[in-house]
């Protein structure tokens, strides 16, 4: 970008001391040299700056010692007049889009004679003399034969030379403006002197029309009378030989179809790396020789131009002036029928439409242009202009859509350094609701790019204010906002100001869907960033009042719940889940209105709850059986669970059959006693109760003793797969019952009488076992 005078410079710069007599000093500040224009490039043009508001200009100075060695008498008076004319018709012929505009008028002194216009960075003779050089090749005078003039001799780079590269988009955008320009004038009157020097590039990459010193007033007639080019003249008071039309020079007169021709003259050059189809070098007779030899210089030029443009350009060029284009045909050739270089034509025009076609043509047609236009059109053309209109408080809104657009394809320091400072004034500036929507809605946007300091001091209370704003949109923006740009957030202004302010905006606006699915969207998207207390104080209970009934907010719940349930930080209990949860999504599985993934997403959380419940209800189970079995519980009450005190019920052993034999004689004794109550006087109940007081009476004797058949039991094969069995052809293990300890008997006791016997029905190797009857063995068997 180029550079800019500051006010305030300490030392006197080049033009200050240029204008040091000149009143133009009074209202500007006059800064560094930049570039020239006019007819022998006399302009001297010089950064400046209106003292009362600081508007950027540019400063135009001619010094008048440059006519003193014109030594005829009034030469230097007829420059000066010559000039001073041209600048009065700039004012006269207002055109901002197309013709220079003048700020200041001419303020003449003895040494100078001074105006102001629109800043301007060079003119296109500058530009391309700039190119000629760079090229590396120049004029050795003209051909004596129709070849080329050009030779490969290098050129050194000329003082007035300014270093631009054209882009393709600017060369068409500039055409065009001229030749819009000469049909602006065509009316009124003709040109005369259309040339590299007279075409001024404006700051904002605008061509525009100047060097109005020949202008011919336009008559009735078509053809009007004009002087040719002449030695006997100054130079700096006639228009350029290279450029000026046959008809002009030999036969004296001119139309606008000269003016036409003169252009073609510029498109070759321009296309030519900077250098004109003839180099006349200020000599009549050269110029003729030149003329001659002009189509083969059009055939060896031609195939540098666009294809579109090489017919229309050679006709502009024919001596038959009658077979030269008007205006409007080359403005309708394919060439210039570009809708993004229209589109950068009407910021020139944009003041001359109404509201309704301002804010169409921001929204809509400038942004869909961009991405086609050269980024060096945006910051030269397009972001200066929008900047100006970001501050209309009509169109503020509109204009924000193309400006968020060239926020976001810009680089860094393209933003930090030509586009914050304008944004600056926007953030802390007063808005409408509708620039506020659009701040918020594209604030993620802007944060990509805005360096950290500026976010904290203006771009993030932006951001908390907007929750205060009573229009919905704006807290429905915000709550987006929030949602987009928390990773630029600590988790302090998340906790304390983001959460209260959305449940502020919820109990405001409970049956907005659009600010509820906003506000649901937000909660996913902070919610590994608030603490566990306010998960369980503010957010569930928040969730818990939401209407459900749209299957865009059951989904978005859905999925606030199975993030809960993923992370055992959010403290979600089971109980919760199954009373308070559950029971509220349930009923949705039938909503007609869900979608297959609404579904899927539901479906799945309901599911990943359950089996929540189900891990931990079982984990629990069990943790208490395994507490209820535990040895230290029962030690106290041991003798409450002893084997002797248990009461086992009958177990029947498959495929086994009873069968009762006959007893032996200690078994009848038993019997014969338990019946007869003995001598122990006991109760006659039953065998057992007199068996187990004999028992009693002789604590030393062995209950195996009195037994004269040890019991024995043999499993079926068909008991094979039975719990607990042992394999075919294999006894179970023998083993003595007794619950008392071994001690020494005096006493022979026979059992009681009434064994039987289980034999089984599958007949296996050995002989018969038995066991004792169901009553015996229950109070024998552990």
Excluded at 179 to 196: G, I, K, R, Y
Excluded at 384 to 413: C, G, N, R, T, Y
Excluded at 582 to 607: A, D, K, R, S, Y
Aim: net charge positive.
């Amino acid at each position: 970008m180029f550079s800019k005078l500051k006010s305030g410079t300490s030392s006197v710069s080049q033009g200050a001391q240029v204008l040091s007599t000149n009143n133009i000093l009074n209202l500007f500040e006059v800064g560094k040299f930049v570039c020239s224009a006019g007819p022998e490039l006399i302009w001297k043009v010089y950064e400046g700056f209106r003292k009362p508001d600081g508007k950027e200009v540019s400063i135009f100075v001619f010094e008048k010692k440059l006519a003193d060695k014109l030594h005829k008498p009034r030469r230097k008076e007829t420059v000066t007049e010559i000039l001073k004319k041209s600048v009065h018709y700039l004012e006269m012929l207002r055109q901002p889009k197309l013709i220079l505009k003048v700020v200041h008028s001419v303020e003449d002194c003895n040494d100078t004679l001074a105006f102001a216009a629109e800043p301007v960075i060079a003119s296109l003779a500058n530009i391309l003399a700039y190119q000629a050089s760079v090229g590396g090749r120049t004029v050795n005078g003209p051909p004596s034969t129709g070849a080329s003039i050009i030779t490969t001799t290098a050129m050194p780079r000329p003082a007035h030379a300014r270093e631009y590269n054209f882009l393709d988009f600017e060369i068409k955008y500039g055409i065009r403006q001229i030749a819009e320009a000469l049909d602006f004038l065509s009316p009124q009157v003709h040109h005369h002197n259309v040339c590299p020097s007279s075409i001024l590039v404006t700051k904002t990459g605008t061509w525009k029309l100047s060097g109005l010193e020949f202008i011919v007033q336009t008559e009735a007639r078509e053809r009007i009378t004009c002087t040719p080019w002449t030695s006997r003249l100054p130079k700096m008071a006639q228009p350029d030989l290279d450029y000026i039309a046959p008809e002009v020079q030999l036969s004296s007169y001119c139309s606008s179809h000269s003016d036409m021709y003169s252009l073609g003259m510029v498109i070759f050059a321009i296309f030519n790396n900077g250098r004109p189809l003839i180099q006349a070098n200020h000599s009549s007779s050269t110029y003729m020789k030149q003329l001659d030899v002009l189509e083969n210089q059009i055939h060896n030029v031609l195939p540098k131009l666009p294809a579109q443009l090489q017919e229309m350009a050679t006709k502009m060029l024919s001596k038959d002036v009658d077979a030269r284009p008007f205006v409007k045909n080359l403005l309708h050739t394919p060439y210039f029928c570009d809708r993004f270089v229209e589109t950068i034509q009407t910021l020139d025009i944009i003041n001359m439409k109404d509201l309704v076609q301002k804010c169409q043509f921001y929204k809509i047609t400038l942004k869909e242009s961009l991405p086609f236009i050269p980024k060096k059109i945006w910051y030269q053309r397009v972001w200066p202009f929008l900047q100006h209109e970001m501050l209309k408080p009509d169109v503020s809104a509109a204009v924000l859509h193309p400006v968020i657009f060239l926020i976001q394809e810009s680089s860094l320091e393209d933003y930090e350094t030509l586009m914050l400072p304008a944004m600056s004034k926007i953030f802390n500036g007063p808005k409408h609701v509708p620039v506020q929507v659009i701040l918020l809605e594209n604030l993620h946007v802007i944060l990509e790019k805005t360096p950290r300091d500026d976010i904290r001091k203006e771009v993030l209370p932006l951001l908390y204010t907007a929750f205060d704003f009573s229009d919905i949109e704006v807290q429905s923006a915000a709550v987006l906002a929030v949602t987009n740009v928390s990773q630029y957030m600590d988790d302090t202004a998340i906790r304390r100001m983001v959460l209260p302010k959305l449940k502020m905006v919820y109990e405001t606006n409970p049956n907005d869907l659009k600010i509820v699915l906003n506000i649901l969207a937000c909660l996913e998207i902070i919610l590994h960033r608030l603490e566990k207390q306010q998960i369980i104080e503010d957010v569930l209970p928040l969730i818990w009042i939401v209407n459900q009934t749209d299957p865009e907010v059951i989904a978005r719940i859905a999925v606030i719940y199975s993030m809960i349930l993923r992370d055992k930080k959010y403290g979600l209990s089971v109980n919760m889940i199954a009373t308070k949860i559950m029971p509220t999504l349930i009923p949705h599985t039938m909503n007609p209105g869900l979608n297959l993934e609404q579904f899927q997403t539901l479906i799945e959380v309901l599911q990943d709850m359950l089996e929540q419940i189900d891990r931990n209800q079982r984990n629990k189970l069990k943790l208490d059986t395994i507490s209820m079995q535990s040895p230290d519980r029962h030690r106290p009450l041991r003798h409450l669970y002893s084997s002797d005190n248990m009461h086992a019920q009958n177990f029947n052993i498959p495929n086994l059959k009873i069968e009762t034999r006959k007893t032996s004689s200690a078994e009848d004794m038993v019997r014969k006693n338990s019946a007869g109550s003995w001598w122990f006087g006991g109760s006659p109940s039953g065998s057992d109760s007199n068996f187990l007081r004999v028992v009693s009476s002789f604590p030393n004797r062995r209950l195996s003793d009195n037994m004269l058949n040890t019991p024995k039991i043999r499993v079926a094969p068909s008991c094979a797969s039975s719990p607990g069995s042992t394999p075919v052809g294999t006894g179970l293990p023998i083993r003595r019952h007794s619950n008392v300890e071994r001690r020494g008997s005096t006493i022979n006791l026979s059992p009681p009488s009434g064994y039987q016997y289980f034999r089984p029905i599958n007949g296996h190797d050995g002989s018969t076992l038995s066991v004792p009857s169901s009553t015996y063995v229950s109070h024998y068997n552990e």
